[in-house]
């Protein structure tokens, strides 16, 4: 008699994201809600993904049934939950709610830049209606056995669950940038409907106020964060931001898990956005693609003069100030500078005001633009990402494919991902771009200087760049050890 094993059931995951592309992208917590999903699918677990009801989300799918309506309760207007499947088939869970959801700007501030002043109902409703359908009085047939929770938005699922009776599903908490943490006034908590013994430190409490991010570090059974080094950090100060001793404290159940990219977008093989294709066996294109970027950006359509590119919010954090500080020196080089981003307006006026300064030499365009966004990727020579903290970071992957090396801070994911240009790591052939300690625009300049005088080195230039150009960074790595993470919590 022959024994046949059962086959295993596919793994049932809950993804809770207050974006996904392609529904909705404002950063890298939606690029990675949109490709994570899609990657554990591919490796045979059934991930489904809950997310806000927004009007860009709800425009992309037009198909969309009701499933199930939800009373108001706790605070909480009536909403409607949708079933529908996204563009590449992860099937989605959508909150409808006119109230909440259905606004012009942003999923979190208007079209003023301030922030939504009901965030705390519309990004509660999210983490309970989470719960509702992690716990055992889930209304749908389908119930997960994991909760993957990321960013504060999704913080109080865990804590709305520990507060449920009867069975659950675990629960997994992700950070993807410990610095925004949804902190409300202390009378939120009983708006919520989350229990008054919650209210203290070994809770939601933070310093006098509600933490949804804290909720979710307190009470979640396993935490992730984007990267082991980021991992590390953000257990002491500066980097763990008041949340560093919750933190270490938990450390035995907190890893770090380097992101993955869409490897199918970022492509420069494949790539449509870009002026010519290239690969790593054939690098001619990159000459295109410069001379494109070159013009685009009104800069000297010089071929010889290493190009300079960044792609960023404009922020302290990102650096943009020891850019600024340090472009005069390396200009001087020469070099070139093309930069592309938006955030803090003082610091735009200023890099405008720089550019103005120095036609030809150095250009910046404000907003955000794909298009423009590949074409820095693969027609600069060198990146810049001086990142003062930087969790994981997409950009050096991308430039690492596009044969642009990238000079970027020893933090975070920049460490996990860069393999640091050394005369060991030369020797070996492993180098694939620079990393300089200190954030200061003396170190910055400094570790671009020395970038430059490789560049003028073509053959060690090209052994540079074809080291991160071969190197894996799609999401099926990252997503295996998901998958591991996620079976040791239902084993």
């Not at 806000?52 to 909403?79: I, M, N, Q, S, T």
């Not at 909760?147 to 520990?162: I, K, Q, R």
């Not at 949340?243 to 977008?265: E, F, K, W």
């Not at 955030?343 to 200023?350: K, N, Q, S, Y």
């Amino acid at each position: 008699m022959t024994n046949r094993r059962t086959p295993r059931r596919p793994l049932r995951v809950l993804f809770l994201s207050s974006e996904a592309h392609p529904l909705i992208k404002t950063g890298g917590l939606g690029e990675i809600s949109g490709a994570l999903p899609l990657a554990l699918r591919e490796l045979g677990a059934d991930v489904r993904l809950l997310i806000p009801g927004y009007p860009e989300v709800l425009a992309r799918l037009e198909d969309a049934k009701p499933v199930h309506r939800f009373a108001r309760r706790h605070g909480f207007p009536e909403c409607t939950l949708l079933s529908a499947e996204i563009p590449g088939g992860v099937p989605a869970f959508i909150i409808e709610s006119a109230s909440l959801y259905r606004r012009p700007g942003s999923p979190y501030v208007d079209d003023e830049g301030q922030d939504w002043p009901d965030n705390a109902r519309r990004f509660g409703l999210l983490s309970r209606i989470g719960a509702i359908l992690a716990g055992k009085s889930s209304p749908l047939r389908w119930r997960p056995q994991i909760a993957h929770c990321n960013d504060w938005h999704t913080g109080l699922t865990p804590a709305y669950l520990h507060f449920m009776s009867g069975p659950r599903a675990a629960t997994v908490m992700s950070i993807h940038n410990a610095a925004f943490q949804g902190v409300f006034p202390p009378t939120t908590v009983r708006e919520l409907g989350l229990p008054a013994t919650s209210f203290q430190v070994d809770g939601v409490e933070y310093y006098g106020s509600l933490s949804f991010l804290k909720a979710g570090l307190f009470y979640a059974d396993r935490i992730t964060t984007v990267s082991p080094t980021y991992a590390e950090e953000i257990q002491s100060a500066p980097l763990g931001f008041g949340l560093q001793g919750l933190l270490a404290g938990r450390a035995r159940v907190l890893s770090g898990i380097v992101n993955g990219i869409d490897t199918a977008v970022w492509n420069p093989a494949r790539d449509s956005l870009v002026a010519a294709k290239f690969s790593a066996s054939d690098l001619s294109g990159k000459a295109a693609n410069k001379r494109a970027l070159q013009e685009a950006m009104g800069l000297d359509t010089d071929p010889g003069v290493p190009l300079l590119g960044m792609v960023s919010r404009i922020t302290e954090q990102k650096g943009t100030d020891l850019v600024i500080e340090a472009a005069g020196a390396m200009l001087a080089l020469p070099a070139q500078i093309a930069i592309l981003g938006s955030g803090d307006h003082a610091l735009e006026r200023a890099l405008i005001a720089y550019a103005r300064a120095h036609p030809g030499k150095a250009a910046v365009q404000i907003g955000f633009h794909e298009g423009l966004a590949h074409l820095i990727e693969a027609g600069a020579d060198i990146f810049l990402m001086p990142s003062r903290f930087e969790p994981c970071g997409l950009n050096q992957m991308y430039s690492q494919l596009y044969g642009t090396p990238p000079v970027a801070h020893a933090t975070g994911g920049l460490v996990d991902t860069i393999v640091d240009c050394t005369p060991g790591s030369l020797a070996e052939g492993t180098a694939t771009g620079f990393l300089f300690r200190d954030a200061t625009a003396d170190d910055l300049a400094s570790t671009v200087a020395l970038a430059v005088d490789l560049y003028r080195q073509p053959e060690t230039w090209r052994r540079i760049q074809l080291a991160g150009m071969v190197r894996d960074f799609s999401w099926r790595a990252s997503a295996r050890r998901y998958l591991e993470l996620y079976q040791s919590l239902v084993a």
